[in-house]
């Protein structure tokens, strides 16, 4: 009895011995899977802050304490942005920062018998060793004192500038404005301050004029005091906003417009050439203006007013002229806009006999009677001439020719006021 159950008892004990040799190798496999990502995390850390180490060491600023420019609060607040940016450990970033200390501060750091400290307590340390305290005034008038020196470049003038206007606090336009008032030099001063407009040339206008949005987005100084009328097309009057005084120079085209009248176009030394493609201004030369060959001009035929006429408001009626001329001419349809005075003259083909007696039709649209006055100027004609074999002389600038028409039906002619209808349509 005993030898069977001491064989029963034989599969029993190896079973065991199987699952507890199976369970030491499992727990030997997953001790050394966690062992080897400890390593693996051991050997990112070391690389990482390896090569931060070698690489990044000399991003931090050189603390110099006889630099005027330094200012140790700054330049700790610099090293803490790095550390953040670079995820420097606290123990990288002490070996960073007393790295980069030069002159008095590297002085003093080689006398201190303990630098057993954390990056807190050395921040600390250095700010109560080199206190930076200046007052507003002083740095003030160091700003406006600094100028461009004449053998300096600009690029040292604007970054050491630049760097006493953050100690003052001054950014942006006003920045721009010390900036550029320490400069010496007009012709650069003025070039900082100018603006390229894209401008329209007006021969018959007595002034420049600039919209008023641009003004505003050029910071220009205004008078209101100082309103001028101007006359615009066909007579008509607006009065200006404001008066401004600026400098402007005539050169390339640009996205801003401007208007520029006689009270530039007419300066002694200003020359105006014009061609079909260009117009160009240039200063005037003796030899220049010598070499160019001017054509007398076509001038119109000027027509005066025969008799005094007054036109009824919103009347269509002729207007009697003359001229000691003899032909034929041609009047352009105007717009008169002036206030009061009002009116409109159709496009005219006009026959002059040996008398010189025409009339005009003028179509009144003001709010009363149109006045016109004897022996004033009412309108100007372009001489005509018949057409000869598809020549046209030169001084002639229209022509005509004979055609023979039939009466007008006395249905299509209109007589009486003018409509509110017939006065958009004109």
């Not at 420049?208 to 008078?223: D, G, H, Q």
Request: charged share 30%; hydrophobic share 35%.
């Amino acid at each position: 009895m005993s030898r069977k159950r001491a064989r029963d008892a034989t599969p029993s004990d190896e079973g065991n011995d199987i699952s507890t040799s199976a369970r030491q190798s499992s727990e030997q496999s997953d001790a050394f899977t966690r062992l080897t990502e400890v390593m693996s995390d051991i050997l990112k850390n070391s690389g990482s802050r390896r090569e931060s180490t070698t690489v990044r060491s000399d991003v931090i600023p050189i603390f110099d304490r006889k630099d005027r420019n330094q200012e140790i609060t700054a330049w700790c607040q610099k090293v803490d942005e790095l550390k953040l940016i670079f995820g420097w450990s606290k123990e990288v970033t002490i070996n960073f920062a007393l790295g980069r200390l030069s002159g008095l501060a590297e002085v003093w750091y080689k006398g201190l018998t303990s630098v057993k400290l954390t990056w807190e307590e050395w921040k600390n340390k250095l700010q109560e060793t080199f206190p930076y305290k200046k007052d507003f005034w002083e740095l003030l008038n160091e700003m406006q004192r600094r100028r461009k020196r004449p053998h300096e470049t600009y690029t040292k003038y604007y970054y050491e500038k630049c760097v006493l206007l953050n100690s003052c606090k001054i950014q942006r336009t006003d920045a721009v404005s010390c900036l550029i008032g320490g400069i010496d030099d007009n012709v650069v001063k003025t070039g900082t301050r100018a603006f390229f407009l894209r401008a329209y040339i007006d021969p018959g206008s007595s002034c420049a004029t600039i919209r008023f949005s641009n003004v505003k987005c050029l910071r220009i100084s205004y008078n209101r005091q100082d309103n001028c009328v101007l006359q615009g097309y066909s007579n008509g009057f607006t009065t200006a906003l404001e008066s401004v005084q600026l400098t402007l120079k005539v050169d390339e085209v640009e996205e801003v417009p401007i208007l520029i009248g006689r009270n530039f176009t007419e300066l002694p030394k200003v020359l105006m050439i014009k061609d079909d493609k260009i117009l160009k201004f240039v200063k005037s030369d003796t030899k220049l203006i010598q070499d160019i060959k001017v054509e007398p001009p076509i001038r119109k035929v000027v027509l005066r007013v025969r008799k005094e006429t007054t036109v009824p408001h919103d009347h269509l009626a002729n207007v009697q002229v003359y001229k000691d001329y003899k032909g034929d001419l041609f009047v352009e349809a105007r717009l008169c806009l002036q206030k009061g005075k009002e009116y409109v003259l159709p496009n005219t083909v006009l026959r002059v006999s040996t008398d010189g007696i025409i009339a005009i039709p003028c179509i009144n649209l003001s709010d009363g009677n149109l006045n016109f006055h004897k022996d004033t100027i009412f309108a100007r004609a372009w001489q005509c001439v018949k057409q000869r074999n598809g020549s046209i002389p030169k001084e002639c600038m229209f022509s005509i020719k004979d055609s023979t028409f039939s009466p007008l039906p006395e249905y299509e002619i209109k007589i009486g006021p003018v409509n509110n209808d017939d006065k958009k349509n004109y």
